[in-house]
């Protein structure tokens, strides 16, 4: 892929800078929180695969890895976003979408995700989502390259 299109500038390995709703009177909700950790991965296959949390997560009690109480476990589930798919990228329009195909959150498995897609210089990468129907909110994902790509 030419490193000059969106298809292949976005390959690779993004870390989570911020990832915030804006509401229409332009609030900012950081939805995990303004120290949310997380990365996105485009492998050359066609491949997209997003992991974000909220930072200080409660661990389960117990030495157990398999789980704790179903109270903690929602818990968890609510303090981290995950999913992977196959992605598509329309040169044209400056948008990637990501078709997924498994995702923590079961409503969006079989859905696609349409992000406007924006570099900062070299290092970062802005993804927006067209603004929600329902909540008149807009997504807004910024990523950095880590350095040791």
């Known amino acids: 892929m030419n490193d000059q299109t969106i298809a292949g500038r976005l390959l690779g390995r993004w870390d989570l800078v911020e990832f915030a709703e804006i509401d ?10 303004r120290d ?20 200080g997560r409660t661990a389960y009690d117990g030495t157990s890895v398999d789980g ?8 968890a589930a609510a303090s981290y976003l995950a999913y992977a798919g196959r992605y598509t990228v329309d040169e044209g ?14 409503n969006w498995v079989g859905h696609a995700m349409p992000r ?17 129907p329902t909540t008149g909110k807009t997504t807004v994902i910024t ?6 790509t």
């Open 24 to 33: 229409p009177a332009g609030e900012r909700l950081h939805v995990l929180g």
């Open 36 to 55: 949310a950790t997380g990365f996105i991965a485009y492998g050359i296959d066609g491949w997209v695969s997003v992991q974000m949390m909220a930072s």
């Open 68 to 75: 704790g109480t179903p109270q903690q476990s929602a818990e």
């Open 93 to 106: 329009a400056r948008m990637v979408v990501h078709h997924v195909e498994l995702s923590l959150q079961p």
């Open 116 to 132: 406007h897609v924006r570099f900062e210089g070299a290092r970062g990468l802005v993804l927006t989502a067209p603004m929600s």
């Open 143 to 148: 990523w950095r390259r880590p350095n040791d």
